[in-house]
């Protein structure tokens, strides 16, 4: 089945203390993304990735870095992560811009 | 700057009635333009998609939407809403300068009455 998955699902962390949220798709799609998801302000795009080693930034990219060493793979970083950043995450995978993306099913982190 | 503005934050309609969301952008290059919609707890499901051609485009679950370049709009339409719509949909925009930026509106929530 075509799909992004991206792990996990629920996470609870403390202040400080760095995660990784992984992202990854079977469509070999060329660019992959990351939002925030927050009541009232829609999604925001973190960083996208249009291909390998190919990274740019969306509106918010403080406080998080991507890597994108494999086609398949778009992990999320949050080395020192904050409470402002607790969030319901989209990662999202597209064959091209025209295309829009396809979304996984979103982690939701809490930062206490 | 680029934006998408979804001026209804709620939006609520009887079963069987139509429906349309409204959808302003603004954007310096030819646009992408996308519908998307969230059902509670769940991911985003891509509604449909306008980047050239015909400007009535056609979805899935029977919606469609109209381009308006006059107007810089991309409202969503619905001619009859079943329960099953009730939902939150959000508006989209990119460009193919732009690589993999796609901006996303603030979202209208949809509930439907009996």
Redesign the interface.
Same mark, same amino acid.
């Given at each position: 089945e075509a799909q992004v998955t991206q792990n996990p699902r629920y996470l609870i962390t403390v202040t400080g203390k760095k995660l990784t949220v992984t992202c990854s798709q079977n469509m070999n799609h060329e660019?992959? #993304?990351w939002?925030r998801q927050d009541p009232?302000?829609?999604?925001?795009?973190i960083y996208?990735?249009?291909n390998v080693e190919v990274t740019?930034k969306?509106?918010v990219p403080e406080g998080y870095k991507v890597s994108r060493k494999e086609k398949r793979n778009f992990p999320l970083i949050l080395e020192s992560p904050s409470p402002n950043q607790t969030s319901l995450y989209?990662c999202?995978s #597209?064959f091209r811009?025209?295309?829009?993306?396809?979304?996984?099913?979103?982690t939701r982190l809490t930062v206490v | 700057a680029q934006s998408v503005t979804?001026p209804d934050?709620h939006i609520t309609v009887s079963e069987g009635a139509s429906l349309e969301l409204r959808c302003n952008y603004s954007y310096g290059a030819t646009p992408?333009l996308?519908w998307?919609v969230q059902s509670p707890g769940? %991911?985003?499901?891509?509604l449909l @998609?306008y980047?050239?051609g015909d400007t009535l485009v056609q979805g899935i679950k029977g919606f469609e939407a109209e381009f308006k370049r006059s107007q810089s709009s991309f409202n969503l339409r619905k001619p009859s809403v079943h329960w099953s719509d009730a939902a939150e949909y959000?508006c989209?925009v %990119?460009?193919?300068n732009? %690589?993999? @930026?796609?901006?996303?509106?603030? %979202?209208t929530e949809l509930s439907v009455k009996p």
């Open positions: 660019y992959m #993304s939002y009232g302000l829609g999604l925001r795009q996208y990735s249009m740019d969306g509106d989209f999202a #597209s811009t025209g295309q829009g993306y396809t979304f996984g099913s979103g | 979804q934050i992408y996308f998307y769940q %991911g985003l499901q891509l @998609k980047f050239s959000f989209a %990119g460009a193919d732009q %690589g993999g @930026k796609l901006i996303f509106g603030q %979202g």
